[in-house]
Structure formats: C-alpha cells, structure tokens
C-alpha cells in the first residue's frame, strides 16, 4: 500500500488549498486515516483525523473551523481543505494510515505514511 499526498503549493495568507491523499495497492477502508504537518524546526504534530467510514472526525485546536478533512471511501482518497491559510500553517504536510477504525491524534497511532506535500503561506 502507498500512500501519496498531493495539492500543496504557495499561497498568500487568508488563501485557500485542497489537500488530496490517495491510496493505492492492497487498502483497507476500514481504517482511520488523517493529516499531520511538520514545520521547519518543528515537531510532527496532528492536524485532522477521520474515521473508517467518515462519520467522526477530530481536529486540532488551531485547525478547527478553518481546516475540513473528509474521505471517498469508493476511490481511497482523502481530502484536507484548508481556508483562511495563516503563516503558521506553513509545513510539510503528511497523510496517514491509522492502525485502528478511528483516527487518533499520535503519530504512534499510525501504521502507514506517505511522503508530504509542502504548504507555505506567504505573509
């Protein structure tokens, strides 16, 4: 299973960006999935999660309201939209695997990750 994180760019702040991640080979649907983002200097942190079927979802506290995460079961695809973009959302952004049904907000909860797709938010 490979997972590929796409979408990412440069954008002016108050901007917006769609985030894609697809997943290809052997899935499984029945797993979480979410983001994560690195910034320079920075440790991974959590952005959003999802659940196997995408009824629950969680966020980070700086996210919540601007960022909106969502998953095409059919087509093993998730999605991050991202609004009012600040120059603190500046990172690497990262899709997941999760090991479980639901999305935990640790990296630990984790089993599978693709390679980012950098943000930056120009001020």
């Known amino acids: 299973v490979q997972l590929q994180a796409s979408g990412g760019g440069l954008v002016q702040a108050g901007g917006s960006l769609r985030l894609s991640c697809a997943a290809s080979?052997?899935?499984?649907?029945?797993?979480?999935m979410g983001w994560f983002r690195q910034g320079k200097e920075k440790e991974r942190e959590f952005v959003a999660g999802?659940?196997?079927?995408?009824?629950?979802?969680n966020y980070a506290d700086s996210v919540k309201g601007r960022f909106t995460i969502s998953r095409a079961k059919a087509s093993n695809t998730m999605y991050l939209q991202m609004t009012s973009l600040d120059p603190e959302d500046t990172a690497v952004y990262y899709c997941?695997?999760?090991?479980?049904?639901?999305?935990?907000?640790?990296?630990?909860?984790?089993?599978?990750w693709g390679k980012g797709t950098l943000v930056t938010v120009s001020s």
């Open positions: 997941a695997v999760a090991r479980r049904a639901w999305s935990g907000t640790a990296a630990r909860d984790y089993v599978l």
């Open positions: 080979g052997r899935t499984s649907s029945n797993n979480g």
């Open positions: 999802v659940n196997w079927d995408g009824s629950v979802k």
